[in-house]
């Protein structure tokens, strides 16, 4: 079956059962064990997280005009993806075992796609075998041509002084070729990002929307979508004993609703608890990849508060593995679009009412802050913009985006909010993180449906609409100008945030509404009151 790939020699393992995975990684990896939970732990060395920098586009006649190239999208000529490509192919070949993986991306079987990964890990096989969905005997029988195919020769390194090169790392996408070569990264991340960038791609030529987020839907059967980028809550929010998960991390909204991308979860699990995260904690068993964890060398007890290895410690499980999530993993379509933002300024409020147009310009914007302590040499709040909540994935134009959003929103009256998981009372550092147990109780009424009802009053300078009371929540928090001691500073501080959008909305004013640009924050507005 690899012939036409050039790897001949290899003794191949295909969908090969998760025991016999086990043993081979236990045998042949480096450092790799069991857990006393069940769950293997495997190592990915150097690199414990994506490479965005590293990722490369062939420019090709077919797709260049529908690319939005620059730092996120980096071009890459022919020549030089062939070269990747061989020394891929010559470091696999070199290789006694290789494991095939064959699965599909997307629930939805009208826009399923069928993924093969080639790879010489057997901890890589095991981890797309939990993140791929899992195709039945008869569909492996009728498996046919593969829509994308994934050489994952990540032990070897890209040459560096090959055109076009910037590192060791390279990850190189050549969507008429429908192939993704991976060089110098073990971390299986970027196998799961490389079908969501291929889905970014694909998904829109058919007016289809895909997205970086979670969703879940509730016993009545609405459906909220959350979207927010790292450490904002969009696994744990989504994670709700009282509703039932469709994914937490990828997901379609085509025609007849929305559909999950991935068959499995990539939780992180830095200080993760049973208290905290119970729905996570027990989908640690075997089966499960624990990546870069520290546990105990005697009793194989996992600790989770041990950030040794990396801050980004991961689990990979499937998503059977939780409880109430939903299968097969579609749903209808969003009653609710919950965008998250962790503001460590302290700035915005814990809930927003937003129009259509806002919704546009602060999907466009993926605004979040990073604290103190989250990266080397951030000693205050660093504002953060990812266009689309997931810039490294997107392939289009955020506008493209950010219009099917719209179109979405308006055609199925969908309503969307904005929810601050961050300060309040101040910035980090003087004032404290909202609880998450008032951003719960914020959530439940929004899918109760009692807070649309709420009486609403206008926020200044961005304009949203902010509810004046909440159950179960105390009211001054729910203007954050009221929780500041000191209001003059407030006022300072939120139009000093206000001008961070506007200076980065500037590089889509070109491809922006009138309608959209005016739904951004309004400064000139508070000179003149």
Same mark, same amino acid.
């Given at each position: 079956?690899?012939?036409?790939?050039?790897?001949?020699?290899?003794? &191949?393992?295909?969908?090969?059962?998760? *025991?016999?995975?086990?043993?081979?990684? @236990?045998?042949?990896?480096?450092?790799?064990?069991?857990?006393? =939970?069940?769950?293997?732990?495997?190592?990915?060395?150097?690199?414990?997280?994506?490479? *965005?920098?590293?990722?490369?586009?062939?420019?090709?006649?077919?797709?260049?005009?529908?690319?939005?190239?620059?730092?996120?999208? &980096?071009?890459?000529?022919?020549?030089?993806?062939?070269?990747?490509?061989?020394?891929?192919?010559?470091?696999?070949?070199?290789?006694?075992?290789?494991?095939?993986?064959?699965?599909?991306?997307?629930?939805? %079987?009208?826009?399923?796609?069928?993924?093969?990964?080639? $790879?010489?890990?057997?901890?890589?096989?095991?981890?797309?075998?939990?993140?791929?969905?899992?195709?039945?005997?008869?569909?492996?029988?009728?498996?046919?041509?593969?829509?994308?195919?994934?050489?994952?020769?990540?032990?070897?390194?890209?040459?560096?002084?090959?055109?076009?090169?910037?590192?060791?790392?390279?990850?190189?996408?050549?969507?008429?070729?429908?192939?993704?070569?991976?060089?110098?990264?073990?971390?299986?991340?970027?196998?799961?990002?490389?079908?969501?960038?291929?889905?970014?791609?694909?998904?829109?030529?058919?007016?289809?929307?895909?997205?970086?987020?979670?969703?879940?839907?509730?016993?009545?059967?609405?459906?909220?979508?959350?979207?927010?980028?790292?450490?904002?809550?969009? =696994?744990?929010?989504?994670?709700?004993?009282?509703?039932?998960?469709?994914?937490?991390?990828?997901? $379609?909204?085509?025609?007849?609703?929305?559909?999950?991308?991935?068959?499995?979860?990539?939780?992180?699990?830095?200080?993760?608890?049973?208290?905290?995260?119970?729905?996570?904690?027990?989908?640690?068993?075997?089966? =499960?990849?624990?990546?870069?964890?520290?546990?105990?060398?005697? !009793?194989?007890?996992?600790?989770?508060?041990?950030?040794?290895?990396?801050?980004?410690?991961?689990?990979?499980? %499937?998503?059977?593995?939780?409880?109430?999530?939903?299968?097969?993993?579609? =749903?209808?379509?969003?009653?609710?679009? &919950?965008?998250?933002? $962790?503001?460590?300024?302290?700035?915005? *409020?814990?809930?927003?009412?937003?129009?259509?147009?806002?919704?546009?310009?602060?999907?466009? !914007?993926?605004?979040?802050?990073?604290?103190?302590?989250?990266?080397?040499?951030?000693?205050? *709040?660093?504002?953060?913009? !990812?266009? $689309?909540?997931?810039?490294?994935?997107?392939?289009?134009?955020?506008?493209?985006?950010?219009?099917?959003?719209?179109?979405?929103?308006?055609?199925?009256?969908?309503?969307?909010?904005?929810?601050?998981?961050?300060?309040?009372?101040?910035?980090?550092?003087?004032?404290?993180?909202?609880?998450? %147990?008032?951003?719960?109780?914020?959530?439940?009424?929004?899918?109760?449906?009692?807070?649309?009802?709420?009486?609403?009053?206008?926020?200044?300078?961005?304009?949203?609409?902010?509810?004046?009371?909440?159950?179960? @929540?105390?009211?001054? &928090?729910?203007?954050?100008?009221?929780?500041? %001691?000191?209001?003059?500073?407030?006022?300072?501080?939120?139009?000093?945030?206000?001008?961070?959008?506007?200076?980065?909305?500037?590089?889509?004013?070109?491809?922006? !509404?009138?309608?959209?640009?005016?739904?951004?924050?309004?400064?000139?507005?508070?000179?003149?009151?």
């Amino acid at each position: 079956m690899l012939k036409k790939y050039g790897l001949i020699h290899n003794e &191949i393992y295909y969908n090969t059962p998760i *025991p016999i995975i086990y043993e081979h990684s @236990i045998r042949v990896e480096k450092d790799s064990f069991l857990t006393d =939970t069940g769950a293997l732990v495997a190592f990915s060395g150097e690199k414990t997280g994506r490479s *965005p920098k590293d990722k490369r586009i062939v420019k090709h006649p077919e797709s260049e005009l529908n690319i939005d190239w620059g730092d996120v999208n &980096i071009a890459q000529s022919q020549e030089s993806f062939t070269a990747c490509k061989l020394r891929a192919i010559d470091y696999l070949s070199a290789k006694e075992k290789l494991y095939v993986i064959d699965g599909f991306a997307g629930w939805e %079987k009208s826009y399923q796609i069928k993924v093969r990964v080639i $790879c010489s890990r057997p901890y890589h096989a095991l981890f797309m075998h939990n993140m791929l969905i899992r195709p039945s005997q008869e569909e492996l029988k009728n498996f046919g041509e593969p829509d994308c195919v994934i050489f994952n020769a990540g032990s070897q390194p890209a040459d560096e002084k090959a055109e076009g090169m910037s590192s060791k790392t390279s990850i190189s996408f050549h969507f008429e070729q429908k192939e993704i070569i991976i060089l110098g990264t073990d971390y299986a991340g970027e196998m799961k990002k490389g079908v969501f960038t291929v889905m970014n791609y694909l998904m829109p030529k058919k007016d289809v929307l895909s997205l970086h987020c979670s969703v879940n839907e509730g016993t009545q059967g609405d459906v909220s979508v959350f979207l927010g980028l790292s450490g904002t809550g969009k =696994t744990t929010l989504s994670a709700d004993p009282n509703r039932k998960l469709i994914g937490d991390d990828e997901h $379609c909204w085509a025609d007849k609703g929305l559909f999950n991308i991935e068959g499995g979860c990539y939780a992180k699990c830095d200080n993760l608890s049973q208290e905290k995260e119970p729905e996570i904690f027990a989908a640690i068993k075997f089966g =499960t990849l624990l990546e870069n964890t520290v546990a105990d060398p005697i !009793s194989r007890k996992i600790d989770y508060t041990n950030l040794s290895i990396t801050e980004n410690t991961r689990a990979s499980y %499937k998503i059977e593995y939780i409880e109430n999530a939903k299968i097969p993993c579609i =749903t209808k379509h969003a009653n609710n679009i &919950i965008f998250l933002t $962790c503001d460590a300024f302290g700035v915005l *409020p814990p809930i927003s009412l937003l129009t259509p147009e806002q919704a546009m310009y602060h999907f466009m !914007s993926g605004y979040t802050a990073k604290i103190a302590g989250t990266e080397v040499g951030i000693k205050e *709040p660093k504002a953060t913009f !990812s266009a $689309c909540f997931g810039a490294p994935f997107m392939v289009w134009h955020p506008a493209k985006y950010a219009e099917l959003l719209a179109q979405k929103i308006r055609e199925h009256s969908a309503q969307a909010w904005l929810v601050n998981t961050g300060w309040t009372a101040g910035a980090f550092g003087e004032g404290e993180r909202i609880s998450l %147990k008032h951003t719960r109780s914020i959530l439940n009424a929004i899918h109760s449906g009692a807070l649309i009802n709420e009486d609403f009053e206008s926020f200044d300078v961005f304009n949203f609409k902010i509810p004046r009371q909440i159950k179960n @929540i105390p009211t001054q &928090i729910l203007n954050p100008r009221n929780t500041w %001691k000191d209001k003059i500073h407030y006022d300072t501080q939120r139009i000093k945030i206000a001008q961070m959008f506007i200076d980065n909305f500037k590089k889509f004013v070109h491809k922006t !509404s009138q309608d959209v640009l005016k739904a951004g924050p309004d400064i000139e507005f508070t000179h003149s009151h």
